[in-house]
């Protein structure tokens, strides 16, 4: 359970000596609080990482690992640094003190506690914890609301430019290849004047979503380019996989049989691709791949519609990478 979710906060003593991990527990389950215990580094390592609790309370001189390698391990998790971790302990140094706040460690107590402050300090950090943690799943949800088209649930086109820069200075800088598959749905005009706007709407964010689930790869981005208009980036992917991943859209998108009566190419609702693989070139523009891709999904309209029409940039050679099986070829 994430530490945020819980009512009652989980905190987890880390102390060779049993006598002391029980008079802590006695004072904070008093206080309403859940308490774990470890009596090692490792124990409280392994606890750590599988119960994700919202404060840890730990002795700088335990067994197996000390308490500075365990606060560094228990830090170095990106979605666990803002855990408070307390350190309690009989060194009363400055050597000591610089030691755990450089490891991370939020407060540095000595012993004997004054249970009252610890008590206080304790119901601060977390609750300061929480919120921080708040904060952060709230901002990452409104940058994942910004960067996403509301209607289809893919990324929209502020996404779009801004990973097909990044994703065209690394290959630069990797000279690797990148595609680019463009993709118009075929009549779309023709079918939200039979079928209305609603149903439209509903077609595009199934059409939406069945391409997403072609495109599987984590690095591959799938964007609502516009309209009826859907592009999908594809990072270090040659011609062969690109234009095999295009024709497998074109196939999943028929077989949803979405029916269009007044369509010139067929009964069901089809799509169009037009692709372009780049190796980039320093100071080459990432528009270049777009008005390649453009280009070819025009002259596949022309060829009949319902298909996929590749081509490489004349300016690169043919991509030698191809990360995948040639049942799949990337």
Request: net charge negative; proline share 4%; with cysteine.
């Amino acid at each position: 359970m994430n530490a945020t979710e819980r009512d009652q906060p989980l905190i987890l003593i880390v102390d060779n000596a049993a006598f002391y991990r029980k008079e802590l527990r006695l004072v904070l389950e008093q206080e309403g609080y859940q308490v774990a215990e470890a009596k090692n580094g490792i124990e409280a390592i392994n606890i750590f990482h599988n119960l994700h609790p919202d404060l840890v309370i730990i002795d700088a001189l335990i067994s197996e690992l000390d308490g500075f390698d365990c606060c560094r391990n228990f830090l170095s998790v990106e979605s666990k640094k803002y855990i408070p971790v307390f350190m309690i302990t009989v060194l009363d140094n400055q050597h000591s003190i610089d030691r755990a706040f450089e490891v991370g460690v939020t407060d540095y107590l000595i012993k004997p506690i004054h249970w009252p402050i610890l008590q206080k300090r304790v119901r601060y950090s977390i609750e300061q914890s929480r919120l921080q943690q708040k904060l952060i799943a709230d901002n990452q949800q409104l940058k994942l609301l910004v960067n996403l088209d509301d209607l289809t649930q893919v990324a929209n086109r502020r996404r779009f430019e801004e990973y097909l820069s990044l994703e065209w200075q690394r290959q630069i800088r990797e000279q690797q290849p990148i595609s680019f598959i463009l993709c118009d749905v075929d009549c779309f005009k023709s079918y939200n004047d039979t079928y209305g706007h609603v149903s439209g709407d509903r077609c595009l964010y199934e059409i939406a979503q069945t391409i997403k689930d072609v495109v599987q790869r984590p690095a591959d981005l799938v964007v609502r380019y516009g309209g009826d208009e859907f592009a999908v980036i594809l990072p270090q992917t040659n011609l062969e996989g690109a234009a095999y991943l295009a024709e497998k859209i074109c196939l999943a998108v028929r077989a949803l049989a979405i029916p269009h009566h007044n369509s010139q190419v067929s009964s069901h609702v089809t799509l169009t691709a037009g692709l372009s693989t780049v190796i980039p070139q320093p100071n080459s523009s990432f528009q270049e791949i777009i008005a390649a891709a453009d280009v070819l999904l025009y002259e596949a309209k022309v060829a009949g519609r319902d298909r996929s029409l590749p081509g490489v940039n004349e300016r690169s050679s043919e991509p030698k990478l191809s990360q995948h099986e040639p049942s799949h070829s990337r």
